[in-house]
Every structure is written in structure tokens, then in C-alpha cells.
């Protein structure tokens, strides 16, 4: 696990388990410590994981409380839930429904990424539009966009904004979402926060003219343009995303 500060109040804890076949991702867990509550956006593959970053937050701030976030429901964002029995796990309404309808296939999709036995735990708040904790100044936010059940989470004070996988750098990858154009306008809603930074689940901090690079590239597909890459990696995705989009 390695650690990276964000601003005045986040920590991006980064972790290489998926980074191997057939993911080849770095995956975060974004933390923002806030006055009385230590905000968790995303709990990753398990309580191992989980614990390493709570003897993190605890040695360094003391004891505060957690309230959990899932940006939505695949598995590598939701399995560490266990931890978190007792707190309040926030997300949107979809998300709780996917991890219940899904959550299992998912489960035994990825064996090779099990540490410790996985419990699903389902959030046990859910929002439509969004839920704010005006105290802490922070907003999670529905946008639909990498998949339906995607929601984000905006911090005000340090104008910072986690986007789960809805952003990816260049383009968005492993969508599995075929509504593009409710995708633009999450990805038009972000700039229009004109953020200071933006955080990401899959890669280091960014910034606005990556959201802008995957609008073009979302609008591109819309038009139906034909859309080449130079860089093979970045070129693997774009067909991806092709094949997703003809395959439904
Ligand atoms: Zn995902």
C-alpha cells in the first residue's frame, strides 16, 4: 500500500493487487479526514486491505468515526464493506440494488482476488440525487456514466473531486453503460464544478483537461466518428468499449 496527500484533507491510499492479468490497474481507496468523520470513498477487495489504512488514519488522527462510500457497486470497490458493519455505508439506490443482484456472480467471477473470505455487506443509506454532509462540506452525487449505478463525491472545502471509474486517463475504460449521452452530461456536470483536482480509481491524481479528453472521446462515439489510437494499450480499450456498445 503506498499513501499520497490530496489537497488539505484527502489521502489517496493505492494498492497493485489488480495490477496484473487481466487487469493491469492500479485500484485507490480515497480517504477524506473530515472534523469527526473519516470519509471512506471505496473499500477495495477486503478487510486486510481495510485494516492496514485504519492503523494509518488511527496512529496519525485518533479515533474518529467512518462513514463509507461506494462510488458503485463492482466488486473491487465494495468488498471491503465487511469492515464496516456498524457504520453507515453510503451510495446511490442502483448501486445497493447491483451488489444484491450481482454482488455473488462477482464474487466468483475474480477467486483469484479473495484474500480473506468476502461478505457482502450492502450500503445501508441510499440516495437518489445526492446526500450531503453540509458539517463536513462534502456531496456524493449521482452520475451515471462508466455504469449506471456510478455516484461521485465532491468535497467543497478542498474542491476535490472523486469520480470512481467514470474518468479514466485518456479514455474511459471497461464501460458498461451503452447510455452515452447521460454519460456527457455527468462528464459536463464535473467541469462545470471546475474543480482544483480530481481523483480517480484506477490512476493518480488528475485533472479537469482529462474529464475534458473523455467528453471529446464520448462525443466522438456518439457521432459515430471513427476514432484511432497510435498507442496500442490505449487502442485495446477503444475496442473494448466498441465491442461493449455493438454486443447490446
Ligand atoms: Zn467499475
Redesign the pocket.
Known sequence: MEYTYIGNRGILFTFNELNKEPYYCITNVYVIVGKKNYFVCDTYLGKYYINKIKEFLESKYGKKNYIVFN????W??IWGNSEFKDNLIVSHEKCREFIKLYGEQEIKKNPDFIRDEVELILPNITFQKEISFEEEGLIFFYSPG??ED?SSCYDIIDNTLFV??NVDDPIPS?M?FNNLSIYLDTLKKYLELDVDRVIQ?HGPEIDNNVIRENALYIRNLIDGKKIIFNESEVERKHQENIDFLLSI
Open positions: 462510488s458503485h457497486s463492482h473491487d470497490h462508466h455504469s456510478s470512481g471509474d471497461s458498461c480509481s
